[in-house]
C-alpha cells in the first residue's frame, strides 16, 4: 500500500512540474498555439507523464496532464496524449538515463534543421552544454516511434542533449524535464547567435581540445555541486 501510494504522490508531482514547465516554452518563445510539449519519467516505474495532444498551453493543468507507459498507452487520463508520445516513449525505453523529454519548434534552430545542417561549435557556451555541435538527426514522421529512433541514434554517438530533427524541431533530453527544458532554451539562444554570426562571415571554430575542457568544467566544476 506504502509503495503505491508512493507512486501516487510522485504521479502527482510529476503533474505539476511538467504542466508548470510549459510555461518556459511560450516564455522563451520556443513555441506557438499548442504545438511542442514536455514530457517526464516516473522514477522506477515504466510510465511517463506527458502533454496532452492539441490543448492550449492557457488551457492546461496538472490534472490534464496524461500518464502513459513506455510504449504510448494510457494509463491514467482523459485526454489523448501528445502525437510525440510513442516517440518519447521510446527515447526512455532506449535511454535509462533519460528523465525528461521536451520537443520545441524555436525558429532559428528549427531554420538550421530545416537545412539538415548541424549547429557548430564556435561559442563556449556550445561547449559547455553541447559538447560540440548540435547534431542532425534523420527526417522521420510523426505518429509512432520513428522520430524516436532518429533521437536515440543520433544522441547515442554525441555529447549533445539536443538534437535538430531535420525538416522539424528540436528534441531535448535530460536528467530530468526541468534539465531538457533548459538544453532547449539554450540550443535556440546557439542557434540565433551563431546565424547572426554567420551575417558578419565564417564564425570560429573552437579546437576540440578546448571544447572537452569547456565540457568537463562545466558539467563537474560549475555551479554550486
Known amino acids: 500500500m506504502t509503495a503505491v501510494m508512493d507512486v501516487t504522490r510522485t504521479i502527482a508531482t510529476l503533474r505539476r512540474e511538467v504542466c508548470g514547465l510549459h510555461a518556459e516554452l511560450t516564455r522563451y518563445a520556443l513555441v506557438v498555439w499548442t504545438a511542442g510539449n514536455v514530457s517526464a519519467r516516473v522514477p522506477g516505474r515504466d510510465l511517463m507523464v506527458i502533454k496532452p495532444s492539441g ?3 492557457d488551457d492546461l493543468t496538472p490534472e490534464n496532464m496524461v ?3 513506455l510504449h504510448g498507452r494510457v494509463v491514467e487520463g482523459d485526454l489523448s496524449p501528445s502525437s510525440d508520445t510513442e516517440a518519447q516513449a521510446y527515447v526512455y525505453r532506449e535511454m535509462p538515463h533519460v528523465g525528461g523529454v521536451v520537443h520545441t519548434h524555436s525558429p532559428y534552430a528549427t531554420a538550421w534543421a530545416s537545412r539538415a545542417e548541424p549547429v557548430p561549435c564556435v561559442l563556449t557556451m ?6 560540440g555541435e548540435v547534431p542532425v538527426g534523420p527526417f522521420a514522421l510523426i505518429g509512432d516511434d520513428s522520430i524516436g529512433r ?8 554525441s555529447r549533445s542533449p539536443a538534437v535538430l530533427m531535420q525538416n522539424h524541431g528540436v528534441f531535448a533530453v535530460g536528467a530530468d524535464a526541468r534539465r531538457a527544458v533548459k538544453a532547449a532554451v539554450m540550443c535556440e539562444d546557439v542557434a540565433r547567435t551563431v546565424h547572426l554570426a554567420r551575417q558578419l562571415g565564417e564564425p570560429l571554430a573552437i579546437p576540440q581540445a578546448e571544447v572537452d575542457s569547456l565540457f568537463d568544467r562545466y558539467q563537474n566544476v560549475y555551479g554550486q555541486g
Open 55 to 57: 490543448v492550449s498551453y
Open 67 to 69: 500518464v502513459c507507459d
Open 126 to 131: 556550445m561547449a559547455d552544454e553541447f559538447g
Open 150 to 157: 532518429g533521437i536515440v541514434e543520433t544522441l547515442r554517438g
